[in-house]
């Protein structure tokens, strides 16, 4: 369920990317991966101000949950029942659950990361504003 959700926001983007005028797609392109490289430093600032990172693991624990059972077919060579409704009963299944833990991180790794993610957003961020300009000459509103 909780992966459903993470996709979620790329199912809207893609949404809404199909509803899009052509200049806001090229724009979309174009920006595409500096989105992504700010992500990464968010989060990189975040575990440096924490002091831990989050990780992220799944674990599998038995559970009773609500199923339902199918109505049992009548013996061969008897009249048919009347139609019955299924029946509810709780069975003991498997379910996984996405879970978070802290992961001890080393400060001086985080920062070089930090360092080399700020340089990479400044290099993409001269890209992306020269692709931009192209694509508002290209596709005028």
């Not at 809207?12 to 392109?29: D, H, K, N, Y």
């Amino acid at each position: 369920m909780r992966r459903a959700l993470r996709l979620l926001p790329f199912a809207l983007v893609l949404t809404l990317l199909a509803c899009g005028t052509p200049q806001e797609r090229c724009i979309w392109r174009a920006t595409q991966e500096l989105d992504a490289v700010e992500k990464l430093l968010a989060e990189v600032e975040g575990n440096i101000a924490r002091g831990y990172a989050w990780e992220e693991y799944q674990q599998t624990n038995m559970q009773w949950v609500r199923c339902t059972r199918p109505v049992q077919p009548p013996p061969p060579g008897s009249p048919p029942p009347p139609p019955q409704p299924p029946q509810q009963s709780l069975c003991f299944e498997p379910v996984t659950v996405t879970l978070q833990r802290r992961v001890p991180i080393d400060p001086v790794a985080e920062t070089r990361k930090r360092d080399g993610l700020a340089t990479k957003r400044a290099e993409l961020r001269r890209t992306a504003n020269a692709e931009i300009a192209q694509c508002r000459a290209v596709y005028p509103q």
